[in-house]
């Protein structure tokens, strides 16, 4: 079992040995594969870790929210499981630093990269990737449609391409309207019972600059928090994060088939045909926001560092291609 690979004692020694601000540098090597909103996603290159990839979760401040959030990790991944998702083996550790934020590490069992969508993408001729992407929407609507069944108790999920990987993966494989996916991004684990949302929101701002708090509060958190209980919005995002995956070429082909699988197969959910002014417009404004988000964070970084003499516990992409 995943659990029973992880080292406690070796996340503490890499905690408390990492340097947010070059972790490469760190005591204890890993190699970062990928960068959340709240976390950090790596392999800690050690003997019997590099079938693990870990996400960093520095968010917490006290035990109580980090056994509400483990509750939840735990519900989210059954869940998904019980509607007919594929979610790998995963398991979740605590680090209780002597100074600052609580941490949780969740294990994930390593998929290979070349299995991701994101990469996946850049293989793949038109057609498999439109199979790909109808492989998706087939497993979005597993959960929407669980969720107009069962109002009480609803998931929220993120579509993007990076989110998915094919299950079962080797080189040349070819992609079918029966590949089987999983669905590797159940670290924000969105939940609703009787449509109160049971993860924390406040957890999504503690990353946040303290001078940008009431303004992401006032103006982004109840629409990130909500965009991924709607089926036609994610939809919107999985499309559009084509272009950040500078993959803009396929972006016609998709809206072209997300419109054909909502008035085919999915005309029951009554939504509207997607544009690609939409898809655009969408994109445009979420890459400011994140990009000027960043910014802010870096700038908040360097306050920290340098001005307050504090340390920074969280770890930043230099740069994100958009």
Avoid at 151 to 168: E, R, V, Y
Avoid at 304 to 320: A, F, N, R, S, V
């Amino acid at each position: 079992m995943l659990k029973d690979k992880i080292d406690a004692g070796l996340l503490e020694r890499f905690e408390a040995g990492l340097d947010p601000l070059n972790p490469h540098l760190s005591k204890i090597s890993a190699k970062i594969i990928g960068y959340g909103e709240m976390s950090t996603i790596f392999v800690i290159s050690h003997p019997g870790q590099e079938s693990i990839a870990y996400k960093r979760m520095p968010i917490f401040r006290s035990s109580d929210e980090m056994e509400a959030y483990e509750r939840i990790f735990e519900e989210y991944n059954t869940g998904l499981r019980n509607i007919g998702i594929n979610v790998p083996e995963s398991a979740s550790a605590r680090v209780i630093p002597d100074k600052g934020n609580r941490v949780i590490y969740n294990a994930q069992e390593r998929l290979l990269s070349a299995s991701i969508g994101n990469a996946l993408i850049h293989k793949l001729d038109e057609n498999s990737v439109r199979l790909l992407f109808l492989c998706v929407l087939r497993d979005l609507k597993k959960v929407f449609a669980c969720n107009r069944a069962r109002p009480s108790l609803t998931f929220g999920i993120d579509g993007q391409i990076s989110n998915w990987a094919m299950k079962d993966y080797r080189e040349g494989k070819p992609v079918t309207e029966k590949t089987e996916l999983f669905y590797i991004d159940t670290g924000t684990p969105l939940i609703r019972k009787d449509g109160v949302e049971q993860l924390n929101p406040e957890l999504f701002l503690r990353s946040t600059p303290s001078f940008l708090v009431w303004l992401i509060r006032l103006l982004f958190l109840e629409e990130v928090m909500t965009r991924y209980y709607d089926f036609r919005k994610v939809t919107i995002d999985l499309i559009a994060n084509f272009y950040k995956e500078q993959r803009p070429d396929f972006i016609p082909m998709l809206i072209e088939t997300a419109n054909r699988f909502f008035a085919g197969e999915e005309t029951q959910s009554g939504i509207a045909p997607i544009t690609e002014k939409e898809i655009i417009s969408y994109y445009r404004e979420d890459a400011t926001i994140w990009r000027v988000y960043l910014a802010f964070r870096k700038i908040d970084r360097f306050l920290h560092l340098k001005i307050l003499g504090k340390p920074y516990i969280y770890i930043l992409p230099e740069k994100i291609k958009r």
